[in-house]
């Protein structure tokens, strides 16, 4: 990293306001989405907010009302940047093993979360060591006096960065490592709490359980064979001896969970996770006149939305054709958020909007179904509004996600891979007629709203309490900082064992002993 | 149970009003002080609450202005009534164990815990047989239409009613079983969660973690022993096949828990468990007159606060005498709550009250230090008014109790079964000399008072959000119900196992049936 050029755009707001003064480490794509909902309110509430990001990035802008930008810039990184076609590619190659036995579909989706950590984790390193190898910026960061870092832990510049620097840090977080947070630091008894992409519910028979407990050790063997060892070289150089990834992400004072109980099955969890699931949400605002113009004219059927969200730009043309060709057959007005080649079958009914305002088109009272590919962002707003909906889940967590949704009979989900136009309209107006799915997310909705403080706020009073209080250490437990076969009690266990043993062996000793003497007594007599 | 006697004292206020109508099953002695408090503040807030008490109950009255009460009487009943000189007893005894070897003193203290499980729990199972023989009394508490039943599982009438009654449930808990309320329900790795009355912090050595162990297993045998077996008859007899106590006490819909994590060990805990810890407390009112002259008296030395609770009416006089002295050597003045005969020695600055308000006395501007026996009532008031404690514990739960605020530096405590002048004026000497015990408690108390909602608030939101939702069956976990050996994934790690070394075995036959063919072939040649 010789030659290492920095550019700092805007920098280094001494703490001054009576906010706080917050370090805020993202993650691109539909994460920032997150984020950004989270920034707006805490600078709405006078805190001062500097963003960390790459040149190259896809979704953080540069320049911003609301936060100032410090973008981290090496040479080679000149004209690079991350190609969202790769999620195109995934998708496809998901719709192809979805054709594949079982086991081999097991062996090419491993292959390609494989692949997937590369090149993420392989970006977050190349992006952490840009960092951490220039010690003029790193001097002007720690002489910033940050109050907070908040991150995303999902890759771990954060989580690095802020135990480089010292400072109390937050997670907005769904996922780290391999897994679902909780996994992380709450005990999660593959018993009942299914793994990543099992798609297994929390009510498993006795073989589902037997593979929940193997994708369980799957989920290790990944972090352990290709997450943690990408960091080891950098911890190595730049922390003192015995860093270690795991520790540091055990180390976030609140991990603000992007989850809520009425989705999420309920689970253990630890003091220092709070929940703010669906904080993203709000009341819907009025649609633009056209628009609003359209959902009207559907008249006493309504209105189907339909929106496979930002991961992937475009469907193949086949699926396109079913969809366009199912929406045909309905009595319903279609909204659809569609990128690429317009469908050569699409009816009257529907509308392509390259772009949608999805939160108010869901709390629009004309909507009546949510056709979504089941990413949190858009299930949340659903359950926020109340809206049922058919999933097309086409990567990631999307699977997982449906199948929540699905179990509180709120959701129907359609195999994307091999959708045609009969079962898709089946599908579709069993969602319309049956009064179940709107009557289950309705109640979800009821109980989503039923808190004490809204989600939002909920966060807001966290960042604002780790703040006040320098930190909330006294909410870590302390089993996070023990090695894993202690936490498990696993040197324990052996020592009685072994201490079962001696006596069980000493006992029989003892009794040939005092057979032998008896026996040898009677030969003597 | 023939010639059944039921007196209704005041019964069956049909739900009618716009509160909830609440079944309140509370447990007697200082766990009726903690309910009272939640009680008075559902009545503010237009709530019916019918209490189930005992004749002969120790603390809770027949008549009051905010609760009707049913009085469940058997004519067994006549003149019989709880005797609190037991808890004095067991204190005798404990400082008798005290002068003991380790082991016998372990001993003698499980015989004392079996005896008093024996106690209590034959006389829940007559207060429940009482009930649940009564057919005409159960018909009218059913027509009665509860909205919920309210209770305290330290011991299971409630428990067992409201699964009679199919009502929604709502725990105010600390207690249930042989321990800890979060271990009937949450994971609990023995590795750092030290076990009822180990005395151990959440940083255990090999050695206290191997006892932690071993005290689990013994918690483990207490139930299955002395507890469980005491309803088996009774539930056979009134439920259907197959009901178990255990399952009962884990459908509770919110456990209100009476913990705060600035005092208890951070620990993994449950989406419906909810925390409640201090909710009792509340501003310090003015004091009486006379009391508030003798406040004002102590000058610029303050005032020491001294009170052991309600369990022990008497403590032994020697240990009185030693207290007077100790506290005749102190330049401050002293309040102390006081059965009994008066110590010879006692000095002037030394005021004995047989009760005391001890809320607001923790809450003057003049007290320095309260002396406690470490019930957590009294703790969580020290906390709340930031007031350091000098412990001097006598039984059950206040040895641990006391443990949790010592590690937090904001108490020292003092072995009651030996303790002599010099060690206590050493002591009380101590924290009145040196500020980190205030310090210390002071900033658990800004902590426990840094929250969105207080505590006794987040009670009564989520008792009227059971109301509301009737009840909270998605917030409960799927594990709740299963099995131990399924939830623990024992039967398919036996599984796994045998498949391994069914797997090995065959890998071995098929080897040495080669390694033979290829002798005998070779032999052939």
């Not at 609140?254 to 009341?283: A, K, S």
Request: charged share 15%.
């Amino acid at each position: 990293m010789l030659g290492l050029h920095l550019i700092l755009i805007v920098i280094f707001i001494v703490h001054g306001c009576s906010g706080g003064n917050i370090l805020v480490v993202p993650v691109d794509g539909s994460h920032w989405i997150n984020m950004e909902v989270i920034l707006r309110e805490l600078q709405s509430r006078g805190h001062q907010l500097t963003v960390l990001r790459s040149p190259n990035s896809w979704y953080i802008p540069e320049i911003s009302s609301f936060y100032t930008t410090i973008t981290v810039t090496s040479p080679e990184d000149q004209g690079e940047g991350f190609d969202p076609s790769l999620f195109s590619l995934l998708m496809q190659r998901s719709f192809e093993q979805n054709k594949m036995t079982p086991f081999w579909h097991f062996i090419e989706q491993l292959k390609d979360r494989a692949h997937t950590i590369h090149i993420f984790h392989s970006a977050t390193l190349h992006f952490l060591s840009t960092i951490l190898n220039d010690s003029i910026f790193l001097t002007r960061l720690k002489s910033t006096r940050f109050d907070l870092l908040l991150t995303d832990p999902a890759f771990p510049t954060g989580v690095i960065l802020a135990q480089y620097l010292k400072l109390p840090m937050i997670y907005s977080v769904r996922w780290i490592n391999a897994g679902e947070a909780h996994g992380e630091l709450a005990p999660s008894p593959p018993s009942y709490i299914p793994a990543y992409n099992s798609l297994f519910s929390d009510n498993m028979n006795f073989l589902q359980r037997t593979f929940n407990l193997l994708l369980y050790l799957v989920s290790i063997l990944i972090e352990e064979v290709f997450i943690m060892p990408v960091y080891s070289e950098l911890l190595h150089r730049h922390f003192p001896p015995g860093a270690d990834l795991r520790s540091m992400q055990h180390s976030a004072d609140i991990w603000l969970m992007r989850v809520d109980f009425v989705f999420e099955f309920p689970r253990p969890t630890m003091p220092n996770m709070v929940y703010i699931g669906g904080f993203q949400c709000r009341e819907a605002k009025p649609l633009p006149t056209e628009l609003e113009a359209f959902m009207q004219s559907s008249g006493e059927h309504g209105v189907v939305v339909m929106s496979l969200g930002t991961l992937v730009s475009a469907l193949p043309k086949e699926m396109t054709e079913v969809i366009a060709e199912a929406f045909s057959r309905l009595p319903q007005k279609v909204v659809w958020r569609y990128l690429g080649h317009r469908p050569s079958n699409l009816a009257n009914n529907t509308l392509l909007l390259e772009w949608l305002p999805q939160n108010d088109l869901l709390g629009h009272p004309k909507t009546r179904v949510f056709v979504a590919h089941g990413g949190t962002n858009g299930l949340y707003e659903a359950i926020y509004h109340g809206v049922p909906v058919l999933g097309l889940p086409l990567l990631f967590d999307q699977f997982d996600n449906l199948i929540r949704l699905k179990g509180r009979g709120a959701a129907r989900v359609v195999d994307a891979s091999s959708v045609n136009v009969e079962d898709f309209v089946e599908a579709l107006r069993d969602m319309l007629e049956n009064p179940s799915y709107r009557d289950n997310i309705q109640r979800l909705s009821r109980l989503h709203h039923d808190k004490p403080l809204s989600p939002l706020d909920t966060a807001v009073f966290w960042i604002e309490y780790v703040i006040r209080n320098k930190g909330a250490a006294h909410l870590r437990s302390a089993g996070s900082s023990l090695p894993w076969y202690i936490y498990h009690s696993i040197d324990v266990v052996i020592f009685l064992l072994a201490l079962g043993v001696a006596f069980l062996w000493v006992l029989i000793y003892a009794c040939r002993l005092c057979h032998w003497s008896y026996r040898t007594k009677s030969k003597v007599e």
